[in-house]
């Protein structure tokens, strides 16, 4: 048989075919870029416009207006403000929902009055890829966001030593729970005042208004449950707490990094006006300081010279109003929910059930006068119980009982 001994040319032809290879590897890899790239961009403007809507689902008994058109109009303004590859985004669908974390599940619900998430899904058509023009069909890229409108809170970075009874919360929830019909039994029993704190009664105290959310505390000794009923005009013992916490949730024993603050009256004091916060969370175990505390409660809570720097109100006006910087009523607090492990009084030990935050509204430096018919006790707080803040858990600001968050 004979052979070609002339191969001249041959090169040619192998390079025709490698550069048709090598092109199609190079376009399949730019391709497959930019479809990535797409991609991320599409998560991003999904996450964004999930966000957006659960923050219109808050609060609760509005949820995004008839038919959720708010969260809808939200979701599509912000997710369209993000584009993919230069061009807009394009929004599927909105579906409201409920979030189960413990099974990190999204069901969805046609009510939006019982959603406690939304789902969003955005896609866009990659008609700007090599592929396309070899005439090979271009896929639809899709990405998908849900976000938690009430998340709970579960820690704190920054916490200063104010903390009230878990039972005084339940209290003012039990009442609408009871109005509402879905409480059974009587609202002031120990099981019904030291149940947990259940994802409607998040939405529920998220429906609830100023006024139901109100509550008033004082300093001054008390059992917590039957001295007198927690929510009543005066519940007894506002029971300061010292920080660090002693045992965290995981069983570590303080010291845990930080500093002991010691554990008089003027540490208690510098804690509260700020000098130190320290980290806290659900599970803790708390020292209950003994005594009232009356004093150094209201020498830290006022601001005392016009230089001070760390203080909770700028003033206190004689009708008991909490001045802030800004010369209104109202500075929000920090505050850690407690139960107590034994007794109520003196020296003890309690645990932290919640997390959360309270709008001071007012705290009176002196006793009322009985004769006018002032019944408030020195040093008797009246606060805001706050289901949602804008600085999130997180900080120097207040914390919340629930947060906006992403899930998926």
Known sequence: MRRLKNRKGIFIVLFGLLFMVLMAASAMAIDMSRIWTMRNELQTAADAGALAGAVQMNPPHQRGGPGGQRVIDSVTWMAK???ALYDTVHVESVHPGVWDDAAQTFT?????????????????????????ALGIATPTIKARATAWANAPVDNSNCMKPWTMPYTVLMDLVNRRRVADG???????????????????DRQLLGQMSEPERTFTLKMGSGQGLTDPVPGSTMPGNFQAVQLPRHWSAEGTVWPDGTPSPGGGAQEYRSAIEGTQCFPLGVGDILDVKPGDMVGPTLQAVEKENPGDLNYICASIASN??????????????KTAFHQCLSGCNGATTVTVRMIGSFTLSKMYKTQGNAQ?????????????????????PVGAGPTTIQKIILVR
């Open 81 to 83: 403000r993000n584009f």
């Open 108 to 132: 969805d619900v046609v009510n939006w009055n019982n959603a406690t998430a939304v789902q969003v899904t955005v896609s866009h058509t990659t008609n700007k890829l090599i592929m396309g």
């Open 182 to 200: 879905t409480l059974t039994g009587d609202p002031d029993s120990f099981e019904n005042l030291t149940r947990d704190f259940t994802d409607y």
């Open 320 to 333: 008991g109003d909490c001045m802030n910087d800004g010369g209104t009523a109202g500075v929000d607090i």
């Open 372 to 392: 006018q018919g002032e019944t408030w006790d020195k040093a008797q707080i009246v606060g805001i119980f706050k289901p949602l803040a804008s600085t999130g």
